[in-house]
């Protein structure tokens, strides 16, 4: 049996497969057992070369091209790679990002106490400091955030109105949710989040009614939730570092960042 096997999804992030490859092989030196599946789908960069590794099984996650928008094709993308790993014998599996370099952040005594955790909760959740940062995928009952990825995109038309949904929006929830103390919730994902194994397989990331799509964390979580009638926690102590883009920062550097993403969206307009 694997202690974790660790699911995610990575195209065009041959910047940070190596060093998450040393985490498993870390990882599986330490004593835990691991593995992981990795859905790529037409990586130009050397990405998909990376993979061939001994602890990665790589998922062909093609299909995802057949989506009509980006909430879709990472539903079904991550839907692909769960199929796949779902029979595998395992304590637990963990979903992660891998265009950041998350799992380098994490050691062995974290995710020891994180798989010690599970049972009260159907999964855990990482934190990230200096804040939380990953509002899409929070829902409690109380705090949540559909349809905040619309008002993103729509205000990115106006620079002023852009900023200030950060500077009075986004920021403050942010800091609303980064705590010393259990977070418990219905839904959050933060870069990784580890599941109880037999609770994860009971989850979809594919809405069971047509609608207009959310995040996928979101439709999983709630899955699980409703199959399960249990929470999950995000831990103070499974802490990863918030990616440089989602910090709070002032207005010259708010822009300051959005100009130096211009160029990588009119090279994905252009195909390139």
């Not at 299909?63 to 079904?76: D, F, P």
């Not at 989850?203 to 399960?228: D, K, M, Q």
């Amino acid at each position: 049996m694997y202690d974790i096997v660790f699911l995610a999804l990575a195209r065009d992030c041959a910047r940070t497969v190596p060093s998450a490859l040393r985490a498993l092989e870390y990882f599986d030196s330490s004593g835990l057992s691991v593995h992981a599946f990795i859905g790529e789908n037409g990586s130009k960069d050397s990405t998909r070369e990376l993979l061939d590794h001994h602890l990665v099984s790589v998922v062909d996650t093609s299909a995802m091209g057949a989506a009509s928008n980006r909430l879709e094709r990472m539903a079904l993308g991550r839907q692909i790679v769960a199929d796949h790993a779902k029979t595998m014998n395992a304590r637990a599996f963990a979903v992660v990002d891998l265009d950041e370099p998350f799992l380098r952040s994490v050691n062995v005594v974290q995710l020891r106490s994180a798989l010690d955790r599970l049972g009260d909760a159907f999964a855990v959740a990482a934190t990230s400091a200096p804040t939380y940062y990953d509002l899409l995928a929070f829902e409690d009952g109380g705090e949540e955030f559909i349809g905040l990825d619309d008002r993103i995109r729509d205000s990115q038309r106006n620079p002023a109105s852009y900023y200030s949904l950060f500077r009075d929006t986004i920021y403050p929830a942010q800091e609303r949710l980064t705590s010393d103390a259990d977070l418990w919730c219905t839904s959050a994902f933060n870069g990784l989040c580890i599941y109880d194994a037999d609770a994860y397989r009971a989850g979809t990331y594919l809405p069971a009614v047509p609608g207009p799509w959310i995040c996928e964390h979101i439709t999983f979580n709630r899955s699980v939730a409703n199959a399960t009638s249990r929470g999950m926690v995000v831990d103070p102590a499974l802490v990863l570092p918030m990616p440089a883009e989602h910090g709070r920062r002032t207005l010259p550097g708010f822009v300051w960042q959005r100009v130096q993403k211009l160029p990588g969206k009119v090279l994905a307009r252009l195909g390139g």
